[in-house]
Each structure stands twice: as C-alpha cells, then as structure tokens.
C-alpha cells in the first residue's frame, strides 16, 4: 500500500500525519456523510519531518491485509464467541450481549498493544517537490 499524506504537525518527537482516504461508496461523501474522507495518525519523527511538507507512507501488501483482518475480522468474531460463549454457560440473552461487549473490550484493548508493536511495519518518506 503506497499513499501520499501531508503533515498536520510536528514537534521533535512525533509528527501527526494525514491521509486522505478514498472512499467506499463512489467519492460522494458529502452527499451520503457516512464515512471520513481523512484519517490522521501519529509516526515517530525520526527524519525531522516540519508541519505543512507532503510525504508518502508506505506499507507492504500483505500486512495491510493483516492489520485489515485484526481490525474488522478478530473483533466481529469475539462478538459472536463472546455471545455464543454467554448464552451456553448461562442460557440468558442478557448475559450473552454483556459476554459479546466484554470479549470486545478485551480484543480491543489487545489490538491497541499489537498495534503499538506492529508501527515500525509503517515506512513515511518525504516527497521533494
């Protein structure tokens, strides 16, 4: 995956850079206003990155797919485990969506770990114009 991005901002540690993203249903997102047309995420400024340049973030095919498996697919499955757990141990409805949330919870909050770990994967390089 290769995208062009322009930095918000940066200070000696982190930069804030944003990726305007396409979208899913055609490029009429003011019409429909279902989605974000941007997203910003934070890098390491290890290149002296300065608020205002252009900048290409790369990432490799395969851990793009990766990292869209654990961030769609792990969390619908710990939804539906966590309900189907729930419901057999205690054959209560109520009890089974509060097991969906809590495997949720918990799936979350280990992607946020693995996320953190897995940053180093993101390459940004500056584009000279």
């Not at 300065?50 to 969390?75: N, P």
Request: with cysteine; aromatic share 8%; proline share 0%.
């Amino acid at each position: 995956m290769e995208k062009n991005g322009y930095v918000v901002s940066s200070d000696e540690k982190t930069v804030k850079i944003r990726i305007d993203r396409e979208s899913a249903c055609g490029g009429n997102c003011a019409h429909c206003k279902g989605c974000s047309s941007e997203m910003i995420f934070e890098y390491e400024n290890s290149c002296g990155f300065k608020a205002g340049e252009t900048v290409k973030v790369l990432m490799d095919d395969k851990k793009f797919l990766k990292k869209s498996f654990l961030g769609y697919g792990l969390l619908i499955i710990s939804l539906i485990a966590g309900g189907i757990l729930g419901y057999l141990l205690f054959e209560s409805e109520v009890i089974s969506a509060l097991f969906s949330l809590l495997s949720l919870v918990v799936v979350l909050l280990v992607l946020r770990k693995v996320q953190k770990a897995d940053d180093k994967e993101i390459k940004v390089e500056r584009i000279l114009s």
